[in-house]
C-alpha cells in the first residue's frame, strides 16, 4: 500500500494514464451502461415483457455491468483499450436498441 | 502502472474512496437521519406535534383546500419564460390534485398541477405545493421548513444541490464508487472473515483505526451494499439511465398507448367539460376491496387526473405499511360518476422484485425496531467512511512531516470538516430553527444559512488549527469540535424545552415519541461527543507532558 501512496508522483506520462484510467472507469463506464441498459430494455420488451419491468431490469443489470467494467478500466494494463472497448461497445450497444425500436414501430 | 489486481482495487479503494467519501459522508449521515425525517419535522415545527392522522375526508377537507390552491407568484415567474404571451392572473384547468400522506404523518402534503395556456410545451403543467393540518384543512405557513423530510431528505440524495440536478449525479457516482469501494476492499483483505471479529483497540493507533474500518465495512456489508444499490435503482430510470424518456421514448409512448388502451385510463383530457361524484365513496369502496383480499386499508396518496373533464378519473393507492414491498395496490375510479375502471393485478415478478427492492431502502412499513436498524446501518457506513480518512491521515502524516508536505494536513482537515463538521450543521440548523423568532420573514431561508454556515465554520476552524498535523500531531479541532457538538447538542434539547416547554418528562409521560425520540437522541449524542472530546484532551495533554518528562530526565 506504501507503494501505491507514492505512485503519485510521477512523471508525466504516468499522470496521463492515471487521467485515462479514472476517465475510461467513469465515462467509459457510463457509455457503456447506457448501451447495455437502452438494448436490455428494447430487447425485453421486445420478447413481451412490459416496457417498465424490462426498463427497471435493464437498470438493475446495467448497473451492477457498469460496476464490472468499472473495476476492470482501473486495473486493465491498457487503459487506452478501456476506452475505445467501452465507447466501441456502448455505441454498438445503443445501436441495437434504436434498431429494435425502429423494428417495433 | 499496477503489478497485480489487488494492487490495483487497493489504489481505486484509496484514491477514490478519499475523495468521493467525503460526499457519501452526508448522503450515509443524512440518510441515517432521514430515517426519522417525519420525527424530526414535529420536533422543529411545534404547531404540528400532534398524532399521525388518517386521510381526511375529499369531501369536507380535501376539495376546499383544492380549490383554493394556486401556483405560487415564483413558481409563475419562473415558468414564464416557457410561455408565449403573458401569463394568466388566475390558473382555472386543473391538470390534477393529489394527497400524500404516510403513518407518521400529522399533516398532509397537497400537489396541484394547472394547464398553462400558450405553454410552449402544451405537456408541461404549473405546480402548487402545500402541507395542511387534516383536521380542518388549515394551511400551514410555507415558511414552515420540515427541517426532516424537506431538508435533510434532500441532502441524503441530493446535497441540495439542484441546478441541473447536479447533486443527483455526484451522489449517484459516490453510490457507484461505495460499491466499488466494497468489492475492492474485500479483495485487498484476504483474511475477510476473520475480521468479523477483529477489533484491538489497545493496539498501536494506526492498526485499531483500520480494525475499526474493517469491522464495519464488513459486519454492515450487505446493508452497505444494498443501500448504494437500490439507491441508484430508485433514480436510475428518472435521471441516470433514462432510456424512456430519451433515446427510447417511442418506444415508451407505444407503451402508453397500449396501457392506456387496456387499462381504460385515458391519457389525455376529452375536452368536455364533466362534473365529479362523490370522491369518499371511491374511497370506501377501495378500502372495501382491499379489506377482501385482507390487507391494511389506509389510503396512502390520492389523484385526481383530468379534473374536471370527462376523461376525469380518481385513483386511490394504499399505504403500504405492512409489508417491505413499496406496493400501491391502486384502484381506479370514473371522477364523473364513480364507477370502477380498474383494480390494478398482482404485480409481475419483474414488479414484484422492484417494488421489494424500492420498498427496502424507502421504508414505508410500519416497524420501528427496523427503522433504528436501518439508523445503525447508516451510522456504521458512516463511521467507516470516517476511519478510512483517518487511516488515511494517520499512515502519512509523520513521512508528510519528514517531507515538509501538506497533503496529509489538508485531507485531516477535510475530514474534521465532514465528520465533526457535518454534526455541528446539523445541530446548527436545529438550534437556529429554535433560535430564530415565529414570525420572520424567510425564516425558511434563514434555517438553511444557518446549517450551511455553521459547516462553512466549523471547515475554517479546522483549516486554522490544522498545523501540528504538518508535524506528524494531531489536529486540535478533533477535540474542540467534539465538544462543540456536545454543547450545541444540548442546547438544542434545552431550547426546545424553553420555547415549547415540552421537556422529557412531559413528551416521555406523555409517550410522545417523535420529539422524546429526537431530544433523546441528542442527549446521546452530547454524551458520546462530550466523552470523545474528554478523551482526546487526555491524549493530548499525556502527549504533550511526555517530551518534558524525557527531556526531565535527560537533564
Given at each position: 500500500m506504501s507503494q501505491v501512496s507514492t505512485t503519485?508522483?510521477?512523471?508525466r506520462a504516468a499522470r496521463l494514464q492515471i487521467v485515462a484510467r479514472i476517465g475510461a472507469a467513469v465515462l467509459g463506464g457510463y457509455a457503456f451502461a447506457w448501451g447495455f441498459v437502452a438494448a436490455g430494455a428494447s430487447l425485453m420488451f421486445a420478447a413481451g415483457m412490459g416496457f417498465h419491468d424490462a426498463e427497471f431490469l435493464a437498470s438493475l443489470l446495467g448497473v451492477l455491468a457498469f460496476l464490472v467494467v468499472f473495476l476492470w478500466a482501473i486495473a486493465t494494463k491498457r487503459p487506452w483499450w478501456a476506452w475505445l472497448g467501452l465507447l466501441g461497445a456502448g455505441g454498438l450497444l445503443a445501436g441495437v436498441a434504436s434498431l429494435v425500436q425502429a423494428a417495433l414501430l | 502502472m499496477f503489478t497485480s489486481f489487488r494492487q490495483a482495487m487497493a489504489w481505486l479503494h484509496t484514491w477514490f474512496g478519499l475523495v468521493l467519501g467525503f460526499v457519501l459522508m452526508a448522503a450515509f449521515f443524512f440518510g441515517a437521519l432521514s430515517v426519522f425525517d417525519r420525527e424530526i419535522d414535529r420536533w422543529a415545527i411545534p404547531?404540528?406535534?400532534i398524532e399521525p392522522q388518517p386521510m381526511p375526508s375529499f369531501e369536507q377537507v380535501l376539495r376546499p383546500a383544492f380549490e383554493r390552491m394556486q401556483p405560487t407568484r415564483a413558481a409563475v415567474d419562473a415558468m414564464r419564460s416557457r410561455v408565449d404571451g403573458p401569463m394568466p392572473e388566475?390558473?382555472?384547468?386543473?391538470?390534477s390534485w393529489s394527497a400524500y400522506t404516510t403513518h407518521r404523518d400529522p399533516v398532509l402534503s397537497l400537489f396541484a398541477g394547472f394547464d398553462v395556456p400558450n405553454?410552449?410545451?402544451?405537456e408541461e403543467a404549473i405546480w402548487a405545493e402545500e402541507t395542511i393540518?387534516?383536521?380542518?384543512?388549515r394551511l400551514l405557513p410555507?415558511?414552515?421548513?420540515?427541517?426532516?423530510?424537506?431538508f435533510f431528505y434532500p441532502m441524503h440524495y441530493?446535497?441540495?444541490?439542484d441546478w441541473k440536478n447536479l447533486g443527483i449525479w455526484i451522489v449517484g457516482l459516490s453510490a457507484l464508487v461505495m460499491l466499488a469501494a466494497l468489492v475492492s476492499g474485500v479483495v485487498m483483505h484476504r483474511r475477510i472473515f476473520r475480521e468479523f471479529f477483529?477489533?484491538?483497540?489497545?493496539?498501536a493507533r494506526l492498526r485499531s483505526v483500520l480494525d475499526l474500518h474493517n469491522l464495519t465495512g464488513v459486519v454492515a456489508l450487505p446493508f452497505h451494499f444494498f443501500f448504494a444499490f437500490t439507491g441508484l435503482l430508485i433514480f436510475a430510470a428518472t435521471y441516470y439511465f433514462p432510456v424512456g424518456h430519451t433515446q427510447l421514448h417511442e418506444l415508451h409512448d407505444l407503451h402508453a398507448e397500449a396501457e392506456a388502451r387496456e387499462t381504460g385510463?385515458?391519457?389525455?383530457?376529452?375536452g368536455v367539460a364533466a362534473g365529479l361524484a362523490n370522491v369518499d365513496a371511491m374511497v370506501a369502496e377501495a378500502r372495501r376491496r382491499w379489506e377482501a383480499k385482507g390487507k391494511a386499508g389506509e389510503v396512502g396518496f390520492l389523484w385526481l387526473q383530468?379534473?374536471?373533464?370527462?376523461n376525469g378519473h380518481v385513483s386511490v393507492y394504499r399505504a403500504?405499511?405492512?409489508?417491505?414491498a413499496l406496493v400501491g395496490d391502486a384502484i381506479h375510479f370514473k371522477?364523473?360518476?364513480?364507477?370502477?375502471i380498474r383494480e390494478e393485478p398482482a404485480a409481475t415478478p419483474v414488479g414484484r422484485v422492484a417494488e421489494f427492492l424500492t420498498g427496502l431502502h424507502l421504508q414505508h412499513f410500519r416497524h420501528w425496531l427496523l427503522r433504528w436498524l436501518y439508523v445503525f446501518g447508516g451510522l456504521t457506513g458512516a463511521v467507516c467512511i470516517a476511519t478510512g480518512f483517518i487511516f488515511f491521515v494517520e499512515k502519512r502524516k509523520r513521512q508528510h512531516a519528514q517531507q515538509g508536505s501538506q497533503g496529509a494536513r489538508v485531507v485531516d482537515a477535510l475530514a474534521v470538516a465532514s465528520v465533526t463538521g457535518m454534526v455541528l450543521a446539523a445541530l446548527g440548523i436545529l438550534v437556529a430553527n429554535r433560535l430564530l423568532?415565529?414570525?420572520?420573514?424567510?425564516r425558511g431561508d434563514w434555517q438553511r444559512y444557518a446549517f450551511w454556515g455553521s459547516w462553512v465554520l466549523a471547515l475554517l476552524h479546522a483549516a486554522w488549527r490544522s498545523a501540528p498535523v504538518a508535524q506528524g500531531r494531531a489536529n486540535p479541532a478533533w477535540r474542540e469540535q467534539s465538544a462543540a457538538i456536545a454543547v450545541m447538542a444540548l442546547a438544542a434539547v434545552l431550547l426546545n424545552w424553553a420555547t415549547t416547554g415540552d421537556h422529557l418528562l412531559r413528551t416521555l409521560a406523555a409517550g410522545y415519541w417523535p420529539v422524546a425520540g429526537v431530544d433523546l437522541s441528542l442527549l446521546a449524542c452530547a454524551t458520546v461527543a462530550g466523552l470523545v472530546a474528554r478523551r482526546l484532551w487526555a491524549r493530548a495533554a499525556a502527549k504533550s507532558a511526555a517530551p518534558m518528562a524525557t527531556e526531565a530526565k535527560h537533564a
Open positions: 503519485f508522483v510521477q512523471p | 404547531s404540528t406535534r388566475h390558473f382555472d384547468t386543473p391538470v405553454a410552449k410545451d402544451p393540518d387534516p383536521r380542518d384543512g410555507v415558511d414552515q421548513l420540515k427541517v426532516g423530510s424537506g441530493g446535497l441540495t444541490l477483529t477489533f484491538r483497540p489497545g493496539k385510463l385515458p391519457h389525455q383530457r376529452a383530468h379534473v374536471g373533464d370527462a403500504g405499511t405492512d409489508r417491505i371522477a364523473s360518476t364513480g364507477e370502477l423568532p415565529e414570525d420572520m420573514v424567510g
